[in-house]
């Protein structure tokens, strides 16, 4: 990772001391944000996706729409994947390529310019793939391949935001959370999922939407998202 590339952004506010709570993507290289549906996670990656295009030197991105719900409105901009098995295509072929990853041969950029890729539900895609054939999960380069974007991609300067509704160990491994050093978990339904994303209870007794519970360094603490 270069070391003049910075990716600030705001969170929101701590709960105890209404402080802006603040990241620096292109440090913690990958975040994830898990929690039941309607409970405030498109709204989190919009308004992510806002404050990255408002940066004096803005990383290019790459946004990802399985279910064709979310990022229609960014096609005159960015590059957007819609479709599950456009999003697949992509996801497992050229974009997570042992040799394109590591070369960072994107179609899309031919310059040293950081990457972030913004992906809606890429766990449950995972998850519906693995539904219809008990042999797509299964398939360890595959999944090694998600692991080795995650884990090698900031060294090449590609950082990642996951949202996912899917807190399944099957899905939210110990591998791929391991990935993952700052997270935001959302309301959740039920305790263990709660203790899956953040190592501990809590978030099942969020409001929904406009409380969440940062996990960064192994601690956790309530903000309020904007």
């Given at each position: ?10 969170l929101g506010t701590d709960s105890a001391s209404d402080e802006l709570v603040k990241i620096d993507l292109a440090r ?135 949202s996912t509704q899917t807190a399944d160990k099957d899905i939210l491994t110990k591998e791929i959370l391991e990935s993952f050093k700052t997270r935001i978990a959302f309301r959740t339904i039920n305790g263990q999922d709660s203790r899956r ?30």
């Amino acid at each position: 990772m270069a070391a003049d590339i910075s990716i600030p952004l705001i969170l929101g506010t701590d709960s105890a001391s209404d402080e802006l709570v603040k990241i620096d993507l292109a440090r913690t290289g990958n975040l994830l944000l898990a929690g039941a549906t309607k409970q405030g996670k498109s709204h989190c990656i919009h308004n992510l996706i806002r404050q990255i295009e408002t940066l004096t030197t803005p990383p290019k991105l790459i946004l990802f729409d399985p279910k064709r719900c979310e990022f229609g409105r960014y096609k005159e901009r960015y590059r957007v994947i819609e479709g599950l098995e456009d999003a697949k295509d992509v996801l497992f072929g050229e974009l997570f390529d042992r040799e394109i990853v590591c070369k960072r041969a994107l179609s899309i950029c031919t310059d040293r310019s950081p990457i972030v890729i913004v992906i809606d539900e890429l766990l449950d895609l995972i998850f519906m793939h693995k539904s219809r054939s008990k042999q797509y999960f299964s398939d360890r380069l595959r999944y090694e391949a998600i692991i080795k974007i995650l884990t090698l991609g900031p060294e090449y300067d590609i950082f990642t935001i996951i949202s996912t509704q899917t807190a399944d160990k099957d899905i939210l491994t110990k591998e791929i959370l391991e990935s993952f050093k700052t997270r935001i978990a959302f309301r959740t339904i039920n305790g263990q999922d709660s203790r899956r994303i953040i190592k501990k209870s809590g978030a099942e007794n969020l409001l929904g939407r406009v409380e969440a519970i940062l996990y960064q360094e192994g601690k956790c603490r309530k903000i309020q998202c904007p």
